[in-house]
């Protein structure tokens, strides 16, 4: 069981990771414990052996939830409260979406491209979707970079609320 543990929990750092990425690492976590839980289920009637409660399994996934819905609304709404319309709050998804892919092999450093391109990619969305619908370039720029700001902080929420998945796992793996 230990062994299975360990596994379970060098594989989940890697899916941790892949958060910074842009990547669905915490829903990887989700998948990995789940797989592993019912692969190693233990006494359907005592539960005797089990190595995750379903309690476990439900709080992690409502905490993956969680943290994919904040890393999708805080770059929109670093748009929004910077003044920035429904264009540009869609740039910012946009944006933030395409810069990940395209700063990736283009900035070759591991994570900071991807971090780097969807930062900038949600600002250069929404500011030039602000742009296009008539707004003023202040207002723009404005929008731009609250999408950029609240993408990075949106990134870092999910990567925080990834590692308390990470440690809970962890625990729970170790200590049923």
Same mark, same amino acid.
């Given at each position: 069981?230990?062994?299975?543990?360990?596994?379970?929990?060098?594989?989940?750092?890697?899916?941790?990771?892949?958060?910074?990425?842009?990547?669905?690492?915490?829903?990887?976590?989700?998948?990995?414990?789940?797989?592993?839980?019912?692969?190693?289920?233990?006494?359907?009637?005592?539960?005797?052996?089990?190595?995750?409660?379903?309690?476990?399994?439900?709080?992690?996934?409502?905490?993956?939830?969680? =943290?994919?819905? /904040?890393? #999708? +609304?805080?770059?929109?709404? @670093?748009? $929004?409260? !910077?003044?920035?319309?429904?264009? &540009?709050? %869609?740039?910012?998804?946009?944006?933030?979406?395409?810069?990940?892919?395209?700063?990736?092999?283009?900035?070759?450093?591991?994570?900071?491209?991807?971090?780097?391109?969807?930062?900038?990619?949600? =600002?250069?969305? /929404?500011? #030039? +979707?602000?742009?296009?619908? @008539?707004? $003023?370039? !202040?207002?723009?720029?404005?929008? &731009?970079? %609250?999408?950029?700001?609240?993408?990075?902080?949106?990134?870092?929420?999910?990567?925080?609320?990834?590692?308390?998945?990470?440690?809970?796992?962890?625990?729970?793996?170790?200590?049923?």
């Amino acid at each position: 069981m230990y062994l299975w543990a360990t596994l379970l929990v060098l594989l989940n750092a890697g899916w941790l990771v892949t958060v910074l990425l842009g990547l669905p690492g915490t829903w990887l976590m989700v998948a990995s414990t789940a797989a592993l839980a019912w692969w190693q289920w233990g006494d359907p009637d005592t539960g005797a052996g089990r190595m995750f409660s379903v309690t476990t399994l439900v709080a992690i996934a409502m905490l993956a939830a969680l =943290a994919e819905a /904040a890393e #999708l +609304l805080t770059g929109v709404l @670093g748009a $929004t409260r !910077a003044g920035g319309s429904r264009w &540009g709050a %869609g740039g910012a998804l946009l944006g933030g979406f395409v810069g990940a892919i395209v700063a990736t092999p283009l900035i070759p450093v591991p994570v900071v491209g991807t971090l780097i391109g969807a930062c900038v990619g949600a =600002a250069a969305g /929404a500011w #030039l +979707l602000e742009l296009w619908s @008539g707004r $003023t370039l !202040a207002v723009s720029v404005k929008s &731009g970079v %609250g999408a950029g700001v609240g993408t990075l902080a949106g990134r870092m929420i999910k990567l925080a609320v990834g590692t308390v998945i990470w440690l809970i796992v962890a625990v729970a793996a170790f200590w049923p």
